[in-house]
T-cell receptor, first 111, second 113 residues
Framework: GENVEQHPSTLSVQEGDSAVIKCTYS??????FPWYKQELGKRPQLIID?????GEKKDQRIAVTLNKTAKHFSLHITETQPEDSAVYFC??????????FGTGTSLTVIP | DAGVIQSPRHEVTEMGQEVTLRCKPI?????LFWYRQTMMRGLELLIY????????DSGMPEDRFSAKMPNASFSTLKIQPSEPRDSAVYFC???????????FGPGTRLTVL
């Protein structure tokens, strides 16, 4: 099956700086890559996703890039704010059904 | 839409007791997923259903765990007998087939004493 690795496991940045989280996957058949944000005590919520036919996608301060050749994708958050502090999970999906989640990155934005 | 609904939100039970967790997916969604989340193991997929039929239960830890989906609007995850190591947050999620977003419920925090 698919194996998703996520780095780093923890990340601290100063408010206003950028944060980058990276994930790699093993199965070249994976074609859908969502990112979820989970605040403390809350449910995971989708923040952005990308499909395998696209190399980059942006939504305001959040962007995701995908390199199919290298089998890795990254989440970029610019102009970080304290409310960006959360755990972020990447996932890869083969055939769009079962998600294989990374182990999560705990992001802390220091005011 | 009310989103994915789970009950109970918190459950505290004693080792050996039966525990039943409930989930109502978003109306019209044809996929339902059960996940377990712990600090040590992160988010683990336990089982998922398509059109009420279990597709992959390879994540179910052992025979003490069972899941059913009797109709399109209801699913249960049962643990019998429960053990302290089952303590975790259990999430239910649903999606509309194919390559689509999974929407998570609020989770059930299970504590087995």
């Amino acid at each position: 099956g698919e194996n998703v690795e996520q780095h780093p496991s923890t990340l601290s940045v100063q408010e206003g700086d950028s944060a980058v989280i990276k994930c790699t996957y093993s199965d070249s058949a994976s074609n859908y890559f969502p990112w979820y944000k989970q605040e403390l005590g809350k449910r995971p919520q989708l923040i952005i996703d990308i499909r395998s036919n696209v190399g980059e996608k942006k939504d305001q301060r959040i962007a995701v890039t995908l390199n199919k050749t290298a089998k890795h994708f990254s989440l970029h958050i610019t102009e970080t704010q304290p409310e960006d502090s959360a755990v972020y999970f990447c996932a890869a999906s083969i055939a769009g059904n079962q998600f294989y989640f990374g182990t999560g990155t705990s992001l802390t934005v220091i005011p | 839409d009310a989103g994915v609904i789970q009950s109970p939100r918190h459950e505290v039970t004693e080792m050996g007791q039966e525990v039943t967790l409930r989930c109502k997916p978003i109306s019209g969604h044809d996929y339902l997923f059960w996940y377990r989340q712990t600090m040590m193991r992160g988010l683990e997929l336990l089982i998922y259903f398509n059109n009420n039929v279990p597709i992959d239960d390879s994540g179910m830890p052992e025979d003490r765990f069972s899941a059913k989906m009797p109709n399109a609007s209801f699913s249960t995850l049962k643990i019998q007998p429960s053990e302290p190591r089952d303590s975790a947050v259990y999430f239910c999620a649903s999606s509309l087939g194919g390559v689509h977003t999974q929407y998570f419920g609020p989770g059930t925090r299970l504590t087995v004493l």
